[in-house]
């Protein structure tokens, strides 16, 4: 039992969470438990309720503060994740401190686990004794504040970035926008037209695009990444690296005459996804924002053979510049929002499908691209040749997605994706149009009503995955033609269906760095490599480190309206925190006891978060109480056991686990 240091009055709240908990947890039992049993721990009230957390419930644990005095109170629920806010803001109501309440988590470490109720009830009740005895050594703790700077970063230049940007600009607040690549409008840029409503991508994305690089409170770095960020929330302090244009940006003038003399030609893998040519120095399209270009070194005669200097020559500026270096530059920003985007699937690992080795399969990309009055073929839809019109056209959904092999999550799209190309294919062909889909998922906001048009214009819709994809003939008839192999789910048959063209609807994957963004932002991955959101449903655009913010394809596959949504809905979160001024922080921190620091500096690359430095001169580490969110690992690390957390003392720590190990069937012998 706990070295109590004088008489507490707890109060204990037990959660039915509907059936929740009261399914699996006799939660009545545990009430009694609590009020029989731990009485001599200082509980003088047990409650049980249908909802603790809602109004009547959070009521309760008011009223009884002030009528009963208490002053330490357990709330036996759900995890501390999802309500340890609500319930400590409730004890502050009634004039608790906050952190003299403990939440004990009978869901999801208990009921969500076990199916035998009477085993459950039993651990119910070691969780709450726990949480009994921990609380008795609870110390009351006051908040930080700091203060916030009103700049914001804007990480990432495509349509949930421009958003996030243009709203806090907007607002009067400066933003700097970085893009790594040179131009912002991300993958949108690179659109024909958009699902449901087919209007056309650039007519929408450029004015938003014109606008975020016009915008007096906005600082566009384009070419740019982040290579630092150090601080915490309301003062963060982040190098950025310019990388060189190879072109003085004052004096170019956007005329783009270098990019028309420029001899050197190449397959442009980027903006025309590998179906169009560039020059050396280009920009990605004539709409790029900012109209500067930029030399591809790699791909330049002078940099690559030391002769040409043809754009130098031909600039009426004298823009060019071969001897620019790259720069950095250090900004303080006070929130920052991750909007970083996605890459595309590989088509080429799903071999069976053939894309790189049979010349008419495409990719959803390349097919955009295709389509686009302003690509490679002026809008025309032809076969590899660059001429031929396709008569029969197949189309396979969730290439790289809902598939073991590759992604098992649903890449959002590529079902209306695949739509709009069926429509567009019809429509400027009036091709045949094979659709193979597993399920038709069309669940938004005229959705579905698409679907039903594409139906009538006439796709004849196949149900079953695709199993491949192949050019070997059996019969005459094949000849010349792409073979769709595929079983037909609602008929119950094989079928093998000849195609000139097929286009792998391909899915969206995390950012091939984000793990390493995710690091130097001091944020989370999941399992599948997307970042992590504080909570995917109550606050899908904050992180678990304050200040930071995520929006749009950067969390997980999403549309462009659901990216639009979250880059205002980000924006709108860091304009709260600007005009509030101030922030207040969590206490519940870990210190570093210098004088019991053996300065091993094991503690200092284990923090998620960045918040440990080594102090060179006095061979100790420190805690920015800032930057640390509290979360243990160093104390649980450090062997010299001098690190210890406001909030998670070894005392409490160990009074938790006496009363996990209580005897709780006593009470019922
Ligand atoms: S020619 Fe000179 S001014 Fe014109 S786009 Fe090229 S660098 Fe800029
Ligand atoms: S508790 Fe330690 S490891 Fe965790 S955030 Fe704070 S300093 Fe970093």
Redesign the pocket.
């Known amino acids: 039992m706990s070295k109590q240091k004088k008489p507490a009055k707890i109060g204990v709240y037990v959660c039915h969470c509907g059936t929740n908990i009261s399914h699996t947890v006799d939660v009545e039992k545990v009430r009694e438990w609590a009020s029989k049993s731990l009485d001599g721990e200082g509980v003088v009230i047990a409650r049980d309720y249908k909802f603790m957390c809602s109004s009547p419930g959070q009521e309760l644990i008011e009223n009884d503060i002030k009528e009963l005095g208490l002053d330490r109170v357990v709330v036996a629920a759900c995890s501390p994740h999802l309500h340890e806010l609500t319930f400590r803001n409730a004890s502050k109501r009634a004039g608790l401190n906050p952190y003299l309440t403990e939440l004990a988590s009978i869901r999801e470490q208990v009921s969500w686990v076990h199916t035998d109720k009477e085993a459950a009830t039993e651990k119910a009740k070691a969780v709450v004794t726990g949480a009994v005895e921990r609380v008795i050594e609870n110390e009351p703790l006051e908040e930080l504040k700091v203060s916030i700077h009103p700049d914001t970063l804007v990480v990432g230049g495509g349509i949930a970035g421009i958003q996030a940007a243009l709203e806090i600009a907007n607002a009067g607040k400066k933003v700097w926008l970085v893009e790594r690549e040179a131009s912002i409008g991300g993958h949108m840029a690179q659109f024909d037209k958009t699902f449901p409503t087919l209007d056309c991508a650039a007519c929408i994305l450029t004015p938003r695009m014109f606008e975020a690089g016009n915008h007096p409170n906005i600082e566009l770095m384009t070419w740019s990444e982040v290579t630092n960020v150090a601080g915490y929330v309301g003062n963060f302090s982040v190098t950025i690296k310019k990388k060189p244009r190879y072109?003085k940006e004052e004096?170019?003038?956007?005329?783009?005459?270098?990019?028309e003399k420029c001899p050197k030609k190449i397959v442009d893998q980027g903006y025309e996804a590998g179906i169009g040519y560039r020059k050396a120095?280009y920009t990605s399209s004539a709409q790029a924002v900012p109209?500067?270009?930029v030399i591809d070194t790699e791909n330049c005669n002078f940099f690559q053979k030391g002769a040409c200097k043809i754009?130098e020559k031909?600039?009426?500026?004298n823009?060019?510049d071969y001897e620019q270096k790259e720069a950095f530059l250090t900004v303080e920003v006070g929130n920052i929002i991750l909007a970083t985007g996605y890459d595309l699937f590989d088509a080429r690992k799903v071999s069976n499908y053939g894309y790189g080795r049979l010349p008419n399969v495409f990719t959803s990309i390349e097919f955009e691209r295709m389509c686009n009055a302003a690509g490679p073929t002026s809008g025309d839809i032809v076969l590899r040749d660059g001429k031929t019109t396709p008569k029969t056209v197949g189309i396979i959904h969730c290439v790289g997605s809902r598939d073991r092999n590759y992604n098992n999550y649903c890449s959002n799209i590529c079902c209306m994706q695949s739509l709009k190309f069926a429509h567009l294919v019809k429509e400027r062909t009036g091709a045949t149009v094979y659709d193979f889909y597993i399920d038709m998922r069309t669940p938004m906001k005229a959705y579905d009503e698409f679907y039903q048009r594409v139906l009538e214009e006439g796709t004849l819709f196949v149900r079953g995955k695709v199993a491949q994809v192949t050019d070997a003939a059996r019969k005459a008839s094949e000849e010349g033609k792409l073979m769709v192999q595929v079983e037909d789910t609602l008929i119950g048959k094989q079928r093998r269906i000849p195609v000139d063209m097929v286009i792998l609807s391909i899915g969206m994957e995390p950012r091939h760095d984000a793990k390493e963004t995710g690091k130097l932002f001091g944020i989370g991955c999941s399992a599948n490599g997307w970042f992590t959101e504080k909570h995917t449903k109550l606050d899908p655009i904050s992180t678990m480190t304050e200040g930071i913010f995520i929006a749009g394809t950067a969390t997980g596959p999403k549309d462009i309206p659901t990216s639009v949504a979250q880059g205002s809905a980000a924006a709108a979160r860091v304009l709260n925190m600007i005009m509030r001024g101030e922030v207040t922080l969590e206490p519940i921190k870990a210190s570093v006891y210098q004088g019991q620091c053996s300065g091993c500096r094991i503690c200092n690359s284990l923090c998620p978060f960045n918040a440990i430095t080594f102090l060179e001169d006095r061979k100790v580490s420190e805690i920015n109480p800032a930057l640390c969110q509290g979360c243990g690992t160093c104390v649980a690390a450090c062997p010299a056991g001098a690190i210890s957390g406001t909030g998670f003392s070894n005392d409490q720590i160990l009074a938790q686990i006496d009363g996990l190990l209580m005897d709780v069937t006593l009470a019922d012998a």
Do not use: D, F, N, Q
């Open positions: 072109l004096l170019c003038t956007g005329c783009r005459i270098c990019v120095i109209k500067y270009p754009c031909s600039c009426p500026t823009a060019i």
